[in-house]
């Protein structure tokens, strides 16, 4: 079969959003949409993708280094004929292309495999849509068996044409051959000026090509954004189908509107998810699993049995069977909690390694440390492990006992069974089984008065 190669329209203005970020890099899920149409050229198996750019063309190089893209410059926006056109050259004389869009992100790679795979110099696959509301749209228009014999756009479209409801969704599949014999022909003589890239479904019936027609099981697949409104409908869509995939999948949601997956979400059976719960990156969730309400959990990986409570952030962390964690615990990148371990109510842990069954109840940060097995963490502890220049550790053994309001300076080790006073300053190392007191002495003073305000 004859190379893939992906030509994505990606230089338009987008001057209805009102953004000086090119609209391409308006995110969707949580990724840029353009980010999700390189994907979806990647999962057909593009030998290459070409993506057209103009208008803030330099930012949008800058948010991917995909070594399938090669960037191609629209130095003036005259149509999508035109911009096709500037990929020309990049394209084997050989190649099936085919033609999607930067503002047409949810695109599903079934939807268009079997126009690519069915293609060849005999045929020209074309992507539509029907619409209650065919507004704006270009129509399809076929003739008395049927056949589609021409697309014509909105502002050329005449009465009968405009009750049309089947549209041009803009995305074709044609061979290289075709594309380079017809595009130098396009004319700009329409009502906008332009070189429309659609004019050449004209010419492959001219030269009887057959005009393969498919079309996506949901509307939303082909919806453009031109607008913030738009985009905020995409968005919807694809937390509505996400919530519906993990409730398929086991998973119980407090309220399938309130929940927003902006990655790659991966579930066990019996998963609890309460209100106003945000996935980011990759997370995986065991058997068993609760999340409380207004979570954020990005980049984790969750084991069976663990609940977290309310108002917790779990970043870039790898947390133990049946864990505990919150409410208002942050756990912060490079945190690894063992099984049955705990982190409670305004903790904040980066960089910890807290052994099995080991406690940081509440109030407390541990950063750059290492705790052994059942260690008990009182509130308001803190390793101090910055100097203003670098970062120290903290190492603590098993079964330790931390008193309250104390503050482990590092870098320091604390041996095994060791137990550490309440309000202790600890500056050196605890050999196993030792009491470190660190504090200075209480004074009474008798005969003291409480000072009075004056008159």
Known sequence: MSPL?????????GSRMKSALPKVLHSVAGRPMLHHVIATARQLGAEKIHTVIGHGGDKVRETTTDSLVNWVVQEEQLGTGHAVAQALPCLPDDARVLVLYGDVPLTRADTLKAMVESLDD???GLLTVTLDNPQGYGRIVRDANGKVTSIVE????????????????GILAIT???LKSWLPALSNSNAQ???YLTDIIAMAVEHNLKISVSQPDNPF?????NNRLQLAELERWVQRREAERLMTEGATLADPARIDVRGELVIGNDILIDVNVVFEGKVSLGNNVSVGPGCVIRDAAIADGVQISAHSVIDGAVIGANAQIGPFARIRPGTELAANTKVGNFVETKKALVGEGSKINHLSYVGDASLG?????GAGTITCNYDGVNKFKTEIGDEVFVGSNTSLVAPVHIGAGATIGAGSTVTRNVDDNELAVARG???NIKGWKRPQKSD
């Open 5 to 13: 190669h992906v030509v994505i329209l990606a230089a338009g203005q």
């Open 122 to 124: 005999k045929t020209l």
């Open 154 to 169: 909105q502002k050329d479209a005449d009465a009968d044409q405009l009750s049309i409801r089947e549209v041009n969704t």
């Open 176 to 178: 290289a051959k075709h």
């Open 193 to 195: 000026g332009e070189y």
């Open 221 to 225: 697949e082909v919806q453009g954004v």
């Open 373 to 377: 097995r059942n260690v008990n963490v």
């Open 441 to 443: 002495p209480q004074r």
